[in-house]
């Protein structure tokens, strides 16, 4: 059961139109509380694997069992992160997260506790100063923190985060990354990130997906990342061991499987 | 994150100490000198337009009357606009308010059937391969084409007048409407999704929402149309109204009377456009202007 919380078997995604299809037999298994990461280049179909977990798009081959329930649409227990946050623009910070909360755990809790846990997951993402500005009024960092924030108040069983930081710079994305990973050491939640990012991939994962260029993308390799956490972005700097799993990324996409574009010329 | 807040806070008395002294109060004039900057231009150009009117309408040949002979004519009507001698020997308020009576009535109709037809239309391609040729032709056709058809079906001039305001500000409302629910986001869709927010609270917590800046475009359009479609509605109908008033006017060869009644039609017109696009406003938070 732990070895396979999450498991995605043999799917295939393939659109109307194209002759091949854009991934092709992804099998992964994830353990709970397990961080992985998917990696690869731009159009491998890394989102599109992330949105059929989601529920948000159907396979059309395989399918995707979660704590020993096949998925069928989308749902709170697959909280996504969506990499441009997503938020509500007409409601405050705490109201997108308080209708999430409302929507997803109005059965379980009261209307005070409810309110006390939207509070409790605001202040988990550092943002309780802003619970009443709209996401307008605030930088992008901040957005991206309640929309991570939002997705933990679903108490979700897998935390799906499609490329989160991608659009953040680099200062506020390091520091998104470390809240991020006090957050998973806190709450032990499962996470599946799509990133392309190699140093946030090392940094963050336990084990790294690398996916090969698409269309007709597959698993090229799985790397484990064996290093204790907590983990520390500048003692890690240094280790060998950080820097040969960095090493062992860049190494397969930029030499083994080019970006299709480069690849061309 | 904290770090980059705290810096200029602590360089801020550095900064006050070496700099120039604090600004003192802002003096009367410093405050008024924005709004007047803003008025002085609009005003400026009204004063060099009346000056050109008088100057043109002032010769011995001229067919309109100059300003100072409206004044003289109607001075009555711009300083007591609440005289009521019965009939249609009114002020020019009573004429306005039966006029947006009209409006109103006409306009909230149109508000209504237009919302609801855009939300349809919006969200079933069925509905609108179905209704958007004939829409995109009806449209076109003038507000004043609708009058003969719908005084004979109603047979009544108030009916009338109503039917012809909604029929002229009900399609940019349809248009509006439906392009806004096509342009909600997926991002919104699929937030949606995973909450597994359906039926009425999706409808009402986000396809609403996340339309209603273009629905509130479509309402701002569609007001100013009714105000057109009813002065050239109630010159043909009759009746207390602003429209009846400038025809009346017109046949009894007051000029002064048509020219004031014309500036207070521009103003009303002008207020509810403004009133709208503060409704507007109000109502989607801000994210109207966004």
Known sequence: MTANFLDISDVTVSFPKARVPVLNGIDLKIRRGEYVSVIGHSGCGKSTLLNVVAGLLEASGGGVVLDGKEISGPGPDRAVVFQNHSLLPWLTCYENIRLAVDQTLSRAMGKAERHEWTLHNLALVRMTHARDKRPAEISGGMKQRIGIGRALSMKPKVLLLDEPFGALDALTRAHLQDQVMSIHAELGTTVMMITHDVDEAVLLSDRIVMLTNGPNARIGEILEVELERPRDRLALVADPRFIAARAAVLEFLHHRHTAPGLAAA | ?290
């Open chain 2, 1 to 290: 994150m904290n770090a980059s807040v705290q810096t200029p806070v602590a360089a801020a008395p550095a900064v006050t100490a070496i700099g120039p002294a604090p600004m003192p109060a802002p003096s009367l004039a410093a405050r008024l000198r924005p709004l007047a900057e803003r008025v002085a231009p609009p005003l400026l150009t009204v004063l060099a337009l009346v000056a050109l009117w008088e100057f043109a309408a002032g010769g011995p040949g001229a067919t309109l009357p100059p300003p100072s002979k409206v004044w003289a004519d109607a001075g009555e009507l711009i300083t007591d606009p609440f005289f009521d001698r019965g009939g249609l020997d009114k002020g020019l308020f009573w004429h306005l308010l039966a006029s947006l009576q009209r409006v109103a009535v006409g306009f909230t109709l149109s508000a209504v059937i237009g919302i609801a037809t855009g939300l349809l239309i919006g969200t079933s391609t069925f509905a609108m391969r179905a209704l958007d040729p004939l829409f995109q032709v009806l449209r076109t056709v003038p507000p004043l084409a609708w009058l003969p058809l719908s005084l004979a079906a109603f047979r009544e001039a108030q009916p009338s007048a109503i039917f012809v305001i909604f029929i002229t500000s009900v399609w940019p409302i349809i248009i509006n409407t439906a392009v806004g629910v096509r342009n909600v986001p997926q991002d919104y869709r699929n937030v949606a999704a995973v909450i597994r927010l359906r039926g009425p609270a999706y409808w009402a917590r986000i396809i609403l929402p996340a339309a209603a800046p273009y629905i509130f475009t479509g309402l701002r359009i569609g007001v100013g149309l009714s105000w057109l479609a009813i002065i050239a509605a109630e010159m043909l109908i009759g009746g207390v109204g602003i429209g009846f008033f400038i025809w009346d006017a017109w046949n009894s060869s007051n000029l002064s009377d048509i020219i004031v009644a014309l500036f207070y039609v521009g103003i009303v017109g002008f207020v509810l456009d403004r009133l709208m696009a503060v409704v507007g406003h109000l109502v989607t938070r801000g994210t109207a202007t966004a």
